[in-house]
């Protein structure tokens, strides 16, 4: 019914930022949705996956202590896109980031998906 993208991985250097995506969109014609809310996940090779930024609501969002002060996540827009901003960015934060929409399905109500994830490495 919607599918969901991250992109804005990459490499980059300690100290610097990305931006991450995550968008929304119909994989047919008669799915008219909204995308909410996002949280996102991420997963190191060989550890679990963890949370990264759970969104409570509009003004809350929890951010794990690994990454408070430094990640920050914006509200979905009209396009259903939200960002994770990740600014002085650590070798420690280099995993699989992964997105998760909540979304409002017109005549099926809410649900959420999962994305495919997008590499950050974080290296000199």
């Known amino acids: 019914q919607v599918q969901v993208v991250e992109s804005g991985g990459g490499l980059v250097q300690p100290g610097g930022s990305l931006r991450l995506a995550c968008t929304a969109s119909a994989m047919d014609s008669g799915t008219t949705f909204r995308m909410y809310r996002t949280h996102w996940y991420r997963q190191a090779p060989g550890e679990e996956r963890e949370l990264v930024a759970l969104?409570?609501?509009?003004?809350?969002?929890k951010y794990a202590d690994a990454v408070k002060g430094r990640f920050a996540t914006s509200r979905p827009d009209a396009t259903n896109t939200a960002y994770l901003q990740m600014n002085n960015l650590k070798p420690e934060d280099t995993a699989v980031y992964f997105c998760?929409?909540?979304?409002?399905?017109?005549?099926?109500?809410?649900?959420?998906?999962w994305g495919q994830g997008t590499q950050v490495t974080v290296s000199s």
């Open positions: 969104t409570l609501s509009d003004s809350d969002t």
């Open positions: 998760v929409a909540d979304v409002l399905i017109m005549g099926r109500g809410q649900n959420s998906y």
